[in-house]
């Protein structure tokens, strides 16, 4: 049981090492000596766990899921209007990118890794998909307005999450991008949404930062 004990560790500090080196220095450049370095094991220990790069890249992507499921888990549990937790992932996700490494190497393992085809869980058909499935559950709460037509409303949850990760790229500020979000968000809602008072949604981040938000490593 020890020994097995002592393996996860080890594991675990590869993993969280790896998301660190990816997000850092980008998956390309990030070595697996660097990854090995960073956790404080031996080349051999790492192989033993991960025979190449896209091995741990995958294992970080899962870790990143984590992150995602995690944070829709918790604010679905206090939110009851599913185009509120739409709107409060995407600022959510403008403090991921600056604060969580698993977050922050997903898009750079996304943005570098050569693949015939994006794969379930890179940056954007993870998250574009997750958030597409609660524009699902705001449909069937309704809360979309009749005239609002499934593919339009992807499309805006789309330039959300686009814009968040393009503008966390360039270096924009967290306060400008911040804003950017709540300029787009109150321009879109009173398109996207019911007018019910019982069921509004509003443009501006959570005063409350999620406690899935805080870095854990």
């Known amino acids: 049981m020890a020994r097995q004990e002592r393996s996860e560790r080890t594991m675990e500090r590869l993993v969280v090492a790896a998301a660190d080196q990816f997000a850092s220095q980008g998956f390309v450049k990030a070595s697996l000596a660097d990854v090995s370095r960073s956790a404080g094991v031996t080349k051999g220990a790492l192989f033993f766990h991960f025979s190449t790069k896209d091995e741990l890249a995958d294992a970080v992507l899962v870790r990143a899921q984590d992150v995602l499921e995690t944070m829709v888990e918790e604010m679905c549990e206090t939110e009851p209007v599913f185009l509120q937790v739409v709107v409060d992932m995407t600022h959510a ?12 190497a997903s898009v750079r393992i996304t943005r570098e890794r050569v693949n015939d085809r994006p794969a379930p869980l890179d940056f954007y058909p993870l998250w574009l998909g997750r958030l597409w499935q609660l524009l699902d559950e705001a449909r069937g709460n309704g809360e979309l307005g009749r005239s609002v037509a499934d593919a339009s409303a992807r499309t805006m949850v789309t330039a959300a999450v686009s814009g968040v990760e393009t503008l966390t790229w360039t270096r924009a500020s967290r306060v400008e ?24 949604a509003g443009a501006a981040a959570p005063l409350a930062q999620a406690p899935s938000l805080k870095k854990r490593y």
Do not use: G, H, I, S
Not at 177 to 193: A, F, G, H, M, Q
């Open 93 to 104: 996700l403008n403090r991921l990118l600056r604060d969580d490494a698993f977050v922050m």
């Open 177 to 200: 991008t911040e804003k950017w979000l709540n300029d787009l968000w109150e321009l879109v809602l009173p398109l996207l949404k019911v007018e019910d008072e019982k069921r509004t």
